[in-house]
């Protein structure tokens, strides 16, 4: 299992793929503590402009450079059947970057195949754990 606490501690960009635009929905109240406790937001929606206050992208081969380098997390709030194309996008970046990203899906999304496939090329990955859980059994209120 990947060391959350380490992940949690050392992370400051999270993209969050499905980042929703309406408050009340956990794919955008989560991402909306996320930045009230310091960290980047870029919400990846291909049907909004912005959220949260930060320019939003149709999915994550579409970030500038200088985001793509920048990201340290990739939450994603889709179903399961998505994460292998969310994966293949991951792996993409870290062809341009060099860097090892943290695929996060959230409660009740797992692709196991996506996830090895993520780890045999050197990404973490934590699967099937909401963001906002872990984070407050780190930093309790």
Not at 2 to 7: F, G, M, T
Not at 83 to 92: K, N
Request: net charge neutral.
């Amino acid at each position: 299992m990947e060391n959350i606490v380490e992940i949690l501690q050392s992370s400051k960009t999270i993209a969050v793929v499905g980042c929703s635009k309406n408050p009340g929905k956990d794919a955008h109240d989560i991402p909306a503590l996320m930045q009230s406790k310091g960290y980047g937001i870029i919400p990846i929606n291909p049907t909004a402009d912005e959220i949260l206050g930060e320019k939003a992208y149709p999915n994550l081969l579409y970030l500038p450079l200088d985001l793509k380098k920048q990201i340290d997390i990739i939450d994603v709030f889709r179903p399961s059947n998505e994460v292998a194309g969310i994966v293949e996008q991951a792996l993409q970046l870290q062809k341009e970057t060099g860097k090892k990203y943290v695929i996060w899906t959230q409660l009740g999304i797992q692709d196991d195949t996506a996830a090895a496939k993520a780890r045999a090329a050197g990404l973490k990955v934590i699967q099937n754990h909401c963001l906002k859980i872990e984070y407050n059994k780190l930093f309790p209120f």
